[in-house]
């Protein structure tokens, strides 16, 4: 039987899920009454997790949803994923603004001011507003994000004019917001790419400060007086795209989107700011887009760039979201025969969606872009000749703000759903609703349906009561070990297993593509969901108390795995040798973000409230 039969077969026995090219197709059984078992019994030859590597270059293919539910339950969960990678799982709290707007100028029909807002205390965003002239009452508001262009928010060329597009906005009514990316034009207190180690366990790099950024833009453009926070739009081109949709995945206050020149099968981001730990475990940009729906949104993309085959693969996929709402007129596309841009032709076709779908114009009443009079750069810029204001924080200060900010809703936090959702996320793990099992004599290997995970170990029944015994160089090495004989003369059914990469479960594994652990978990997360897949596969077997040992390294992904379990686990891990520094975390339990949420105080607070009988 070749690959795509076994996994096509699989999927029948095991839920009705198929899992092709890194999607996951949902097909309907019928009439499979008899080899069900069987096909249930069936554990892949490999394991996928060393097998399907995916990459920002893996050609993705969008899910199947039938039912609105089954897409709504989705998007929930993917939302708590973006938000978790960014380090924004659960969201920090909103200190003040402080906006400070000033240098005005006039122009034929338009304005322009600089902005700058403190969207973290002592850390400050900035940006220009473009304003209508003559104009009266509230009116609609967009905010304009930024590709990797050499000038950023200042960027004119034919390729693509940042400013035409701002003043040619509030020509027609609009008050735009261009703001700046991380790390470009005014925003120098951080360099645009960021994210070492150490960083990233605390989820600090350029996506998750870009976010939030773009969080607390939004916040200041609703709050403006003269603008109507019922309609607001977004709009930007290339990293700028990856911004409008991130920000439109989590936030529903933005009511009309034009990502341009990015939503694409082919290619999710070629830089730090698109590509955070965690973000695309199981997914890609074609559901993070989708997640707009049924919100209008206009996708425009280009024959000359990544977003070629949008017409007839990527927009009739979302278009598919849209349907489920019964709002397949609220997507459209644009496609431009052009190179990577954000030209006149795209600008135009934005005017054009936005006009109808935030204006409530007429489908045939188009807009002539003029061209303006272009700023001197640096009158555009707002530090241009002037300090930062007094208490801005340097790099360093503003790394530990972060981590201040991300630690304070852990101290005041009581609620143990939201601890163990957060890790949960953070990891990337579940408790797996079906574990396939094959059973050779006293050799056992688990699987999840759809994931195509292969964990070997050692099955040793005995009486009701159940133990799991992990120790990091293997099964084999475990089953020598006193404990292991203790448990087996005392009666006890005990499961060894080889966690990832550990005893015989070794294995190559491409490790070489840029933002690996974007798409892929760590070892040490794929252990901690080994773990997990046992202990559902124990609790199937033996309904009753079930224990859980850990010896050195194994013990940290014991405590976690004990954390996170919907269950009550008594757990048996030293972990008196990991205090929970950063280089603990780097060398023994790399996960990024783990800091962020909560680390192994969270995980031992958790494990306490399931009466851990020992955590040393």
């Known amino acids: 039987m070749d690959a795509l039969p076994r996994r096509l077969w699989q999927a029948l026995g095991s839920g009705m899920k198929l899992r092709l090219g890194g999607s996951v197709a949902l097909i309907t059984v019928v009439g499979l009454a008899g080899g069900l078992s069987r096909l249930q019994a069936q554990v892949p030859a490999e394991d996928a ?4 590597v995916p990459n920002t270059d893996t050609h993705f293919t969008m899910p199947v949803y039938r039912t609105l539910a089954e897409w709504e339950s989705r998007k929930a969960h993917l939302r708590k994923q973006i938000l978790a990678a960014a380090g924004l799982l659960p969201m920090p709290e909103k200190t003040a603004l402080h906006p400070v707007i000033f240098g005005r100028v006039q122009r034929e029909g338009y304005s322009i001011e600089k902005v700058y807002i403190e969207s973290l205390p002592g850390y400050y965003l900035c940006g220009n507003l473009y304003r209508p002239l003559g104009r009266t009452g509230k009116r609609p508001g967009v905010l304009l994000t ?19 597009l701002g003043a040619s906005l509030a020509m027609q009514g609009y008050v735009a917001f261009s703001y700046d990316m991380v790390g470009y ?3 120098i207190q951080t360099p645009h790419s960021f994210g070492s180690p150490r960083e990233q366990m605390w989820s600090f790099g350029p996506l998750g400060l870009q976010l939030w950024n773009s969080i607390r833009a939004l916040d200041f453009l609703e709050a403006l007086e003269d603008v109507d926070p019922t309609k607001i739009g977004m709009t930007g081109a290339s990293g700028g795209g990856s ?37 695309r475990f199981n997914t890609s ?32 996929a979302i278009r598919k ?43 045939k009443d188009t807009f002539e872009e003029k061209e303006i009079e272009v700023e001197n750069l640096q009158d555009m810029l707002v530090f241009h000749g002037r300090s930062l204001p007094s208490g801005a924080l340097n790099y360093d200060q503003v790394f530990e703000k972060w981590k201040e900010t991300g630690a304070g809703w852990i101290t005041g936090a009581n609620d143990a759903e939201t601890l163990r959702e957060t890790l949960r996320y953070t990891l990337g793990v579940e408790w797996p609703s079906e574990v396939k099992t094959k059973i050779e004599g006293q050799q056992i290997f688990l699987s999840r349906p759809v994931r195509e995970d292969r964990i070997p170990g050692l099955w040793l029944p005995g009486g009701p009561a159940a133990a799991l015994v992990i120790d990091p160089r293997g099964a084999e090495a475990a089953r020598k070990s006193a404990r292991v004989q203790d448990l087996i003369k005392a009666g006890r059914s005990v499961l060894l297993i080889d966690c990832f990469q550990t005893g015989s479960a070794v294995a190559p594994r491409d490790r070489s593509h840029h933002f690996f652990t974007t798409f892929n978990r760590t070892d040490d997360a794929n252990r901690v969901q080994d773990i997990l897949t046992a202990l ?61 949420a909560g680390g192994v105080q969270a995980a031992q607070w958790l494990a306490g409230q ?3 009988q020992k955590v040393q």
């Not at 997790?49 to 399907?52: A, C, D, E, I």
């Not at 262009?149 to 400013?163: D, H, K, T, V």
């Not at 940009?285 to 729906?293: G, P, S, T």
């Not at 040798?577 to 962020?596: C, N, T």
């Open 49 to 52: 997790r060393n097998t399907y």
């Open 146 to 164: 930024q590709g990797h262009w050499s000038y950023g928010r200042l960027e004119n060329q034919q390729l693509a004019s940042a400013p035409t």
């Open 185 to 187: 034009n005014d925003m």
């Open 243 to 279: 911004q409008t949709f991130l920000l439109t995945a989590v936030d529903d206050r933005v009511r009309c989107s034009a990502p341009v020149n990015m939503v694409s099968a082919y290619m999710q981001g070629g830089d730090s700011c698109e590509n955070a730990p965690g973000l």
């Open 285 to 316: 940009n074609l559901e993070i887009a989708a997640m707009m729906a049924p919100r209008p949104m206009l996708l425009v993309s280009a024959t000359g760039d990544w977003t070629s085959h949008v017409p007839a693969e990527e927009f009739p």
């Open 321 to 363: 979201i849209y349907e489920l709402y019964g709002q397949a007129g609220a997507i459209a596309n644009v496609h431009v025969d052009a190179p990577h841009n954000y030209n006149k032709e795209s600008r135009a076709a934005v005017y054009k969606f936005f006009a109808e779908h935030i204006l409530g114009h007429g489908e």
């Open 536 to 596: 559902a596969f124990l609790a199937s077997r033996k309904p009753g108390a079930l224990e859980l040992f850990g010896t050195d390294e194994a013990s940290i992904w014991c405590l976690f795995a004990a954390a996170i379990a919907p269950l009550d686990v008594s757990v048996h891990a030293e972990t008196g040798w990991f205090r929970g520094s950063d280089s603990d975390y780097l060398h023994s339990f790399f996960v990024p973000g783990i800091e962020r």
């Open 610 to 612: 399931k009466k851990i």
